[in-house]
């Protein structure tokens, strides 16, 4: 399953050409899938735009035990509110994070920011890993 705030068309023809299954999914509302469907959701661009903790527990309840959440910001600092409640659910529910870095074109974020570069363009990703198993509603 991919998130993302820039699921235009042409975007969707180019993940179906590639034999994905595409579905847009609004963040803001009940994903239409059952409990534990997927193995990886994806998201990109999306926490900038009012990413909630709605949003973050949905993507819990369509995610397989084990399954994986790959998340993808163009600015962690522009998206910190989103990113901050991910990394902090993530957290209490005892994802692992298997990896984050940012990118800069090759280049690393957050030295060229020290250095006082201007910084037109970064990512900043984040992998984490459901454990085996899920937490009962209470």
């Given at each position: 399953m991919l998130i993302t705030g820039?699921?235009?068309?042409?975007?969707?023809q180019l993940i179906a050409a590639r034999g994905?299954?595409?579905?847009?999914?609004?963040?803001?509302s009940?994903?239409?899938?059952?409990?534990?469907?997927f193995d990886v959701v994806h998201t990109s661009w999306v926490y900038h735009?009012?990413?909630t903790r709605h949003a973050i527990m949905e993507m819990y309840r369509v995610l397989r035990?084990?399954?994986?959440?790959?998340?993808?910001?163009?600015?962690?600092?522009?998206?910190l509110r989103g990113t901050l409640l991910l990394e902090s659910l993530a957290a209490k529910m005892n994802w692992k994070l298997?990896?984050?870095y940012e990118t800069m074109k090759g280049h690393n974020v957050t030295k060229a920011r020290l250095r006082g570069d201007k910084v037109p363009y970064d990512c900043y990703k984040t992998v984490y890993q459901m454990p085996s198993?899920?937490?009962?509603?209470?």
């Open positions: 820039t699921l235009t068309p042409p975007f969707m994905f299954p595409t579905v847009a999914v609004d963040i803001y009940f994903f239409p899938f059952g409990e534990s469907t735009s009012g990413f035990p084990g399954g994986y959440l790959i998340h993808t910001v163009w600015d962690k600092m522009a998206s298997l990896a984050h198993y899920k937490y009962s509603k209470r």
